[in-house]
T-cell receptor, first 115, second 109 residues
């Protein structure tokens, strides 16, 4: 059973389109995250939800909107896609809020390519 | 903000060699994470440690809290260890992690 699953694995789309990436975890964790990994493999947090409540909202364009219908799901919707949005997006979860002694479990990533 | 530096950025080794990857950070922390990113892209959490040493198979992670430094060692390296290794530490606020830029390890047969 996959602990953190995100779909799709690959997403190729044109500029200006709207797309969503879905994430689900079956670990019973309270906290979920979206990370963006750029072409240099550098990971940067975008959002974090704890029990469906937004707790981290980094300085990302408001074209990016996370939605957490329940604590097992955290989806990422992106409006008006731009070339610079091309990256790998990782979903992750942890038992409680990151930063303390809270191990992270990552999904396999979604490679988004905007043409 | 906690600054994280990893070294080396790239490392090539022969199978069987002992590998060391280093991570330094600027602000005191509660725990440090070591992650492994496979060539296929998936990320796995290897260790989370706050003091001393942890061992898992051929992987050993150590941390010196006073010196703000951690090392990841791989004994008897194997080509399947080829991956990017990333360390991460909490920011001073404690609510998020700051990631190092990663060390690309290539182990040749």
């Amino acid at each position: 059973d996959t602990a953190v699953s995100q779909t799709p694995k690959y997403l190729v789309t044109q500029m200006g389109n709207d797309k969503s990436i879905k994430c689900e975890q079956n670990l019973g964790h309270d906290t979920m995250y979206w990370y963006k990994q750029d072409s240099k493999k550098f990971l940067k947090i975008m959002f974090s939800y704890n029990n469906k409540e937004l707790i981290i909202n980094e300085t990302v364009p408001n074209r990016f909107s996370p939605k957490s219908p329940d604590k097992a799901h955290l989806n990422l919707h992106i409006n008006s896609l731009e070339l610079g949005d091309s990256a790998v997006y990782f979903c992750a979860s942890s038992p409680f809020v990151q930063g303390s002694d809270s191990p992270l479990h990552f999904g396999n990533g979604t490679r988004l390519t905007v043409t | 903000k906690n600054e994280v530096e990893q070294s080396p950025q790239n490392l090539t080794a022969q199978e069987g060699e002992f590998i060391t990857i280093n991570c330094s950070y600027s602000v005191g922390i509660s725990a440090l994470h070591w992650l492994q990113q496979h060539p296929g892209g998936g990320i796995v959490s290897l260790f989370m440690l706050s003091s001393g040493k942890k061992k898992h198979g051929r992987l050993i992670a150590t941390i010196n809290i006073q010196e703000k430094h951690s090392s990841l060692h791989i004994t008897a390296s194997h080509p399947r260890d080829s991956a990017v290794y990333i360390c991460a530490v909490p920011e001073t606020s404690g609510s998020r992690l700051t990631f190092g830029e990663g060390t690309q390890l290539t182990v040749n047969p």
